[in-house]
């Protein structure tokens, strides 16, 4: 790798500090800079996509390609290609929410964009949210708990981003209904009136008023919950994001828009030009292969990871960020409600708030908080905060109700980025050492860099511009990554040489892909256009929107990948070329939420992954096997497989096998109250005596209907929902060591007598639960 001519500037210091927090706001006096800056281009003429139209000082896409089936997307080589080339205006370092966000903006306003990211976009916090889009429920227990009345202003600017994603990518955000049990008749018009101005600060971008429902209406809703002393409940309305495909939604328009962009590319190195970061050393984690990009101005948008590419422009500056864990569990649906989300505010600040929100026809359930001991390692699940977050459930449901670790179905700790205010002591300089290589950037911090704990720690996001004039994002959460990547934006046209007449910030109106000419009736048109069934014509709408046209109608083989779940093989193909899925980990975590939801699921689907993906970037055995064990592995140690998911035991006799079946399909559905029936699922609907209060002796008739028996008559429920054509099976998984290969690749022989749809354990959804329709609330 050669490395680039390097010239000493001006070492005069420039730091802009910007923030919500009132002790962030400080500014010193900025260089005095030239804007005699060449107007900038869109993209290079190599790149295959359709022409730009400005309108009202924002380029946004034309009808035509509105329109199309079938679209030409430029492939991750033809981006590199242009990256070892040109000269960029602003380079963005991280793919997450703010970075892709970063690019869109830039993209946008006529400024030649780059992207990178060391592992994949939406890899890190942005993918494993709560998924609310600001969660500003837990804003109004914190001002009437602790009457901090600094969150409302923070409040309204959530608020009024919570409209913009809605009106900007219907297809991934929604309209999501909290309801928040109340028990204290006390507390009952404390909480009215506080969601009541909840909804006053939101104004007209208030999606929906705040109501008061019954006892019986909330345990309706959620028929788990604790009925002692309950009074009834609150519901408001929030926003619900699909935060990973939210992600390549951003990536995708900002190539839509002439941007280069690239996953799998770690940053090595950042050399200084005329006094600024303008050369960016890169390694390609795929093939190993080494360049520079050169570029105006970078963006630092790395996350919790943000003083590492600091700390490369300046071995000497002082570390913010101060990341923080969360842990959040998938459980089976009946635990909660697959319409109404669920808040219990905590009683003090040291106890977790319980929120349980659906999600691809699951509950999630979180979310604990932790301190990060290493920034340098992937964080794992531990099994004391899942005990934790599954003891805070209980405390809330009824005492019969069975939640334990084995109803667990995936679990991951996210490391949320959280910066405390700059210092402005700074340390002797040092000689500068070479740090090695990590896990996520590829580098470490140094040993001495320890962040002062004393220091406050900014509310919302911080907005850094260093003296070599890197521009850092710190903080921030979905709710504002629009915002942040605007500002980010401006302060680059500000202080590098960038063309001062360039319009302003148009993303608030700017559709994203897969927005455009999407409807309420989109999934009818996939299945009377391609003949698919709904629940998976409803899932491609929700993810992909109208790009399910292209997907559809590109696809060569449209067979589920799981009987329990509507994704299906042309997603994989879909995503390996549209959408940069370079691994198994970026398919079945980032571009299929199935490893977020269902960890042995995820396993399961893997081989038939494989092949596809192999197919298409015609990888070698060796390459195929380097692959299954970097997913295992994955599964491991960041959704919990193994020391909190464990392997369901398969082998029943066929006496209990009838047993459960029996009493969990039983004929007489309209006669069983749904509460108490939802109970018995919780509680494993085995003691006879739950069994004769739920419903009424079944004839001898139909008294093994949906049993597994030994003759060879197929099952209704077999035929309506058709097995994978290799079952494959999967070892016992140990509690400290990972998968060997085998355990995904090996088939199992399927046991006599025994129906693969009714193996599964009878703690997950029934097979025949349909797919949740977005828009049932």
């Not at 009345?149 to 990518?169: C, G, N, P, Y």
Request: aromatic letters at 6%.
């Amino acid at each position: 790798m050669t490395r680039p001519g390097h010239c000493q500037g001006n070492d005069k210091r420039t730091t802009i500090f910007r923030g919500t927090h009132s002790q962030v706001k400080r500014t010193t006096i900025p260089m005095d800079l030239g804007h005699g800056g060449r107007p900038s281009r869109v993209c290079s003429s190599w790149v295959s996509s359709p022409p730009l139209l400005r309108k009202t000082g924002c380029l946004t896409l034309p009808k035509s390609r509105q329109a199309c089936t079938h679209k030409r997307t430029p492939t991750r080589l033809e981006h590199l290609c242009a990256m070892k080339k040109e000269e960029y205006d602003v380079l963005v370092i991280g793919g997450g929410s703010a970075g892709c966000g970063c690019a869109v903006d830039a993209a946008s306003r006529g400024l030649k964009t780059a992207l990178i990211d060391a592992v994949d976009f939406s890899s890190g916090a942005s993918s494993k949210s709560s998924k609310l889009i600001d969660g500003s429920g837990s804003y109004i227990t914190d001002i009437i708990r602790d009457k901090d009345f600094e969150h409302l202003h923070m409040m309204q600017q959530v608020m009024s981003e919570r409209a913009t994603m809605l009106k900007i990518a219907p297809h991934l955000n929604r309209v999501q209904p909290m309801l928040m049990p109340i028990y204290s008749v006390v507390r009952l018009p404390l909480y009215w009136l506080g969601f009541k101005a909840y909804d006053w600060l939101a104004g007209a971008s208030n999606v929906r008023s705040s109501h008061f429902l019954s006892k019986e209406e909330t345990l309706d809703e959620f028929p788990l919950l604790k009925s002692k002393g309950l009074r009834g409940g609150l519901v408001y309305y929030d926003g619900q994001v699909d935060d990973a495909r939210m992600c390549i939604a951003l990536v995708m328009t900002a190539v839509h828009l002439g941007a280069n962009v690239a996953n799998h590319m770690e940053l090595i190195e950042l050399i200084r030009k005329d006094g600024c970061c303008r050369c960016a050393g890169v390694r390609d984690v795929l093939t190993d292969e080494k360049f520079y990009i050169e570029a105006k101005s970078v963006i630092n948008a790395t996350g919790a990871h943000t003083d590492t590419v600091r700390q490369l422009s300046d071995s000497t500056t002082m570390p913010i960020s101060m990341p923080t864990l969360g842990t959040t569990l998938a459980l089976p649906s009946y635990f909660g409600s697959l319409q109404y989300g669920l808040l219990c505010p905590a009683a003090s600040q040291h106890d977790p708030t319980l929120v349980m929100v659906p999600f691809e026809n699951h509950v999630l359930l979180g979310t604990s908080e932790g301190v990060v001991d290493d920034i340098g390692q992937i964080p794992t699940p531990q099994p004391e905060d899942v005990e934790l977050l599954l003891d805070s459930a209980r405390d809330h449901m009824e005492k019969t109700v069975q939640l334990g670790p084995e109803n667990v179905l995936s679990a991951w700790t996210a490391m949320r980025p959280a910066v405390v205010c700059p210092s402005e002591a700074r340390p002797e300089a040092r000689p500068e050492v070479r740090p090695e290589a990590g896990p996520e950037l590829g580098l470490e911090l140094r040993p001495d860099a320890v962040v002062d704990k004393k220091r406050p720690l900014v509310r919302n996001y911080l907005l850094e511009i260093s003296e070599g004039r890197l521009i850092t994002l710190g903080g921030g959460r979905w709710s504002t990554y629009r915002v942040m990547a605007a500002e980010a934006v401006d302060a680059a046209i500000d202080v590098c040489d960038l063309n001062p007449d360039l319009p302003d910030s148009c993303t608030s109106d700017l559709i994203l892909d897969g927005a455009e000419n999407w409807c309420f009736m989109l999934p009818l048109d996939f299945v009377q256009a391609y003949d698919v069934p709904m629940d998976v014509a409803q899932h491609i709408a929700d993810s992909y929107g109208s790009n399910g046209h292209t997907l559809l109608s590109e696809a060569t083989s449209k067979k589920r990948l799981h009987c329990h779940f509507p994704y299906i093989e042309a997603e994989v193909q879909y995503a390996a070329r549209h959408e940069y899925a370079c691994t198994l980990v970026d398919i079945i975590a980032r571009r299929l939420r199935v490893a977020f939801v269902d960890a042995l699921a995820a396993l399961d689907m893997l081989p038939r992954i494989l092949d596809i993906m192999s197919e298409h970037h015609k990888w070698s055995e060796t390459e195929q096997t380097k692959q299954l064990v970097l997913a295992q592995h994955f599964l491991v140690r960041q959704m919990g497989l193994g020391s909190v998911v464990k392997a369901k035991k398969k082998l029943q006799t066929n006496a209990k096998i009838k047993e459960s079946t029996t009493t969990a399909s039983c004929p007489s559905k309209p006669q069983i109250h749904a509460r108490k029936f939802f109970k018995a699922l919780a509680m494993g609907v085995s003691s006879p005596k739950i069994v004769h209060s739920l419903c009424r002796k079944p004839k001898k008739s139909e008294k093994y209907q949906f049993a597994v028996t030994k003759t060879k008559k197929k099952s209704t429920a077999k035929e309506k929902f058709p097995t994978p054509e290799t079952p494959y099976g999967f070892l016992a998984l140990p509690g400290t060591s990972g998968i060997t290969t085998a355990a995904a690749t090996s088939p199992a022989p399927p046991e006599t007598g025994l129906d693969p749809t009714t193996t599964s354990t009878d703690k997950r959804d029934p097979p025949s639960s349909v797919w949740r329709n977005k828009f049932m609330c």
